[in-house]
């Protein structure tokens, strides 16, 4: 690993902390290196705060300094005024003579001209370093700004004979089939993505509220999907602890493919990431019309015999472990 590349790395793992907090601004981390030492570092601050270039500028104690050093970031320095004022202007108003950035940023807003002010001002820029490892990070960002819809994660637990829910229920709530170490996880997930969906059936079966309760962070925005409004709002999905978008008939024409249809929704909503954590049919749906980006499979113990089955994801396995005797499989579309 070159000396660039440690960096970024280093960059990489710092950039993380912004996860959940920032959207929808791109989680982006920066250091800066002075005689191979680095002397300051710096994420993302929650959205309407710093950016990560900014706070690590700001940490450095003598400014006298940065005349002498290297800034390291994970995505291109911005050069619009947004929540906040363009960072590639500060860079350049500390003249900070090296910039090593892991990828460019595809936002039209920037797109390259970030780089070209720092490199207008006699800033040696050098771009690329990492550069698949720091896109990937950025699959969010990317995604909302190339694609035109939020990053699509599914996620549901299945039996280890391929069931989600058993055909008849006694009571109006979830029937588990993974341990508390699991559902953990999930809230930790919620926390990290900005929306969460379901489908008029699961709420109606489960009455779930779709927040963080095992876990510390922000609620993602509920989205239901009600094509003829018949969800009423003694349901828990529309109590105040978090905002809900219901998505009807008026929305969307339900007689073609859906799913298209609600990544539009959500992009005019500015929605970069969503959890679709729907029942059989809602998640079959996003894959038959091949619009998802991870699926995230648990499967349990448990054996139903007979019930609602899985749906059935045709992918590349990037990831799988076991959580206590649950076994946590993730995808990647092909």
């Known amino acids: 690993m070159t000396t660039h590349e440690t960096y970024i790395k280093r960059c990489l793992q710092i950039a993380k902390n912004g996860l959940g907090t920032t959207r929808p601004n791109p989680m982006v981390g920066a250091v800066i290196v002075h005689n191979d030492l680095i002397i300051a570092e710096g994420y993302t601050s929650a959205y309407g705060g710093n950016h990560a270039e900014v706070n690590a500028i700001n940490a450095v104690k003598d400014k006298s300094l940065l005349t002498k050093c290297t800034l390291y970031v994970t995505l291109e320095p911005c050069s619009h005024f947004g929540k906040t004022p363009p960072c590639s202007d500060l860079i350049v108003k500390h003249k900070i003579p090296n910039v090593v950035i892991g990828c460019i940023d595809d936002n039209p807003e920037v797109a390259g001209k970030g780089i070209a002010k720092l490199k207008a001002s006699g800033c040696n820029v050098t771009v690329g370093v990492l550069e698949a490892e720091c896109k990937a ?20 637990a299945e039996t280890t004979d391929g069931f989600m829910a058993p055909i008849k229920k006694d009571e109006k709530k979830p029937v588990w089939i993974t341990n508390k170490y699991s559902r953990q996880l999930v809230h930790k997930w919620r926390a990290e993505e900005q929306a969460i969906l379901v489908g008029t059936n699961t709420v109606i079966e489960d009455n779930p509220s779709l927040t963080v309760r095992d876990w510390s962070g922000e609620n993602p925005i509920r989205v239901v999907l009600d094509r003829t409004s018949k969800l009423n709002s003694d349901y828990s999905i529309f109590n105040d602890e978090a905002k809900t978008i219901r998505v009807t008939d008026k929305d969307i024409d339900f007689e073609k493919p859906i799913a298209i249809q609600i ?14 954590e729907g029942g059989s049919q809602t998640l079959q749906t996003f894959i038959d019309e091949n619009l998802w980006d991870e699926a995230r499979v648990f499967i349990g113990k448990t054996e139903f015999k007979s019930g609602i089955k899985a749906p059935q994801i045709i992918g590349n396995l990037i990831f799988e472990n076991t959580i206590k ?3 946590l499989k993730i995808y990647a579309k092909d």
Do not use: C, G, M
């Open 325 to 327: 005797n649950d076994t």
């Open 137 to 156: 990070h950025h699959k969010r960002f990317f995604t909302f700004h190339n694609k035109k819809r939020p990053y699509i994660i599914l996620k549901w």
């Open 263 to 276: 990544a539009d929704v959500l992009f005019k909503q500015n929605i970069n990431s969503i959890i679709i």
